[in-house]
């Protein structure tokens, strides 16, 4: 059972969602962050990197920095720049890049079914990056940055988000790196209740990104259930948009390590070749399997192919990135814990295989370019309550910050 609230969107008014629409807020370093908050004084990104606001040098983590997200919330809104739907709607927000689209249902998600095991996740969190999206959303009194859902499609939703889409959207814009964006709301009762029905009737929903702030809208959560006497509110229930498993698309997230462990390029390739096939290629290196991958050491690419006796029908443990960190990373190059060690660097898939030419033709040693994660193998981590290695799975497209917002404290 997955429990899903409609709620009161407060939206950019109309014709201001393109200026106002931002990546998330942790795909930008800081030095990026403010560059981009000052190309548009109306990016959401304003409001979702209040450090930002203030000199360069000052602590992000400040309280009164998260205090200037609300304050800057509420002004806008009083500006006029948002409005706030009167009724309780589920919404559609649709994404297009490069003719592909996925379509998602924006509604408030129960933190009691993230506690209790219907909402899924396969990555653990970072305390430290929790604690930064708990201050910024008790502070502004609304999750302001969707979660990223994931559902195994049905007949009766795909013909009920079909039929809203043949409405005309309340917004449409194409943003700057070419991403389709639309919107519609969700007001009628019987469709609102035909939603709710549909997800009631699920055993389960996964996260598919967005886990720091899952787990910080439920911490958030609990601390206020905790001050209010153990009383539930609106803080309970979470922005989320769901999308169906077979509109999704995950990409490659591939691997870069700054040196060798002490190997010349010949070296570890001989190491390499006692586990694995390996074929020299004169041309870059794109997986065309699972169990294969490809490596560019020394100006040039490789397919090395992983052997039977190295996979495995483990969840995990058949994971491609699994395989590497086990057989290459760890026993070769001495990299214990990815998440951590500062030798290893992830690239998303987003990037191209020229950015891992890049880096290894500069100051890295060798990247290795993976086969991507499929959404099956993520469910597949999730029902068997495991958690996949660090940067398994890089989405594209990114969910914009800012179309959405659920206010849980009167602004």
């Not at 007949?155 to 519609?184: C, M, N, Y």
């Not at 290459?328 to 990037?351: A, K, M």
């Not at 799975?393 to 910050?401: D, G, I, N, Q």
Request: proline share 6%; charged share 30%.
């Amino acid at each position: 059972m997955v429990r899903l609230k409609p709620f009161r969107a407060l939206r950019p008014a109309p014709g201001l969602e393109e200026r106002i629409a931002a990546l998330p807020y942790d795909v930008y370093d800081r030095k990026e962050a403010r560059e981009a908050a000052l190309r548009e004084p109306l990016s959401f990104l304003n409001i979702d990197r209040p450090e930002t606001q203030f000199p360069e040098d000052y602590d992000m983590y400040a309280p009164e920095v998260y205090q200037k997200a609300r304050t800057m919330l509420a002004e806008e809104k009083a500006k006029g720049l948002y409005v706030q739907d009167e009724k309780e709607c589920f919404y559609l927000y649709e994404l297009t890049m490069n003719k592909r689209s996925q379509t998602g249902i924006v509604a408030c998600a129960c933190a009691d079914d993230y506690l209790e095991g219907s909402i899924r996740k396969h990555e653990n969190t970072r305390a430290d990056k929790e604690l930064d999206r708990i201050r910024h959303v008790d502070a502004c009194g609304a999750q302001t940055g969707p979660i990223f859902l994931a559902y195994r499609n049905r007949p009766d939703t795909a013909a009920l988000v079909q039929k809203v889409r043949q409405q005309p959207p309340v917004f449409a814009f194409t943003s700057e790196d070419g991403i389709g964006h639309r919107g519609w709301i969700i007001d009628r009762e019987e469709d609102i209740e035909a939603i709710r029905g549909a997800f009631m009737a699920a055993d389960s929903v996964y996260i598919a990104d967005g886990h720091h702030r899952a787990a910080s809208a439920v911490r958030t959560a609990l601390a206020r259930r905790e001050r209010a006497g153990g009383a539930r509110g609106e803080a309970d229930w979470f922005l989320s948009v769901l999308f169906p498993d077979d509109e999704l698309k995950i990409m490659d997230y591939n691997r870069v390590v700054k040196d060798l462990h002490g190997m010349n390029p010949e070296q570890f390739l001989r190491q390499i070749g006692q586990k694995c096939d390996i074929t020299e290629e004169k041309e870059p290196v794109h997986p065309s399997r699972k169990g294969e991958m490809g490596l560019y050491v020394s100006g040039k690419w490789y397919r090395v192919s992983f052997r039977s006796s190295l996979l495995s029908e483990d969840p995990v443990e058949g994971l491609d990135v699994s395989i590497l960190q086990k057989e290459i990373l760890q026993p070769l190059l001495g990299i214990e814990d990815p998440r951590t060690d500062e030798r290893i660097r992830f690239v998303g898939g987003i990037r191209g295989l020229k950015e891992l030419e890049r880096l290894v033709d500069g100051d890295w040693a060798a990247a290795f370019s993976m086969y991507p994660t499929s959404i099956g193998e993520l469910f597949a981590v999730a029902d068997a309550g495991l958690l996949m290695p660090p940067k398994s799975t890089w989405f594209e497209p990114k969910l914009r910050s800012g179309l959405f917002i659920h206010l849980f404290d009167p602004m």
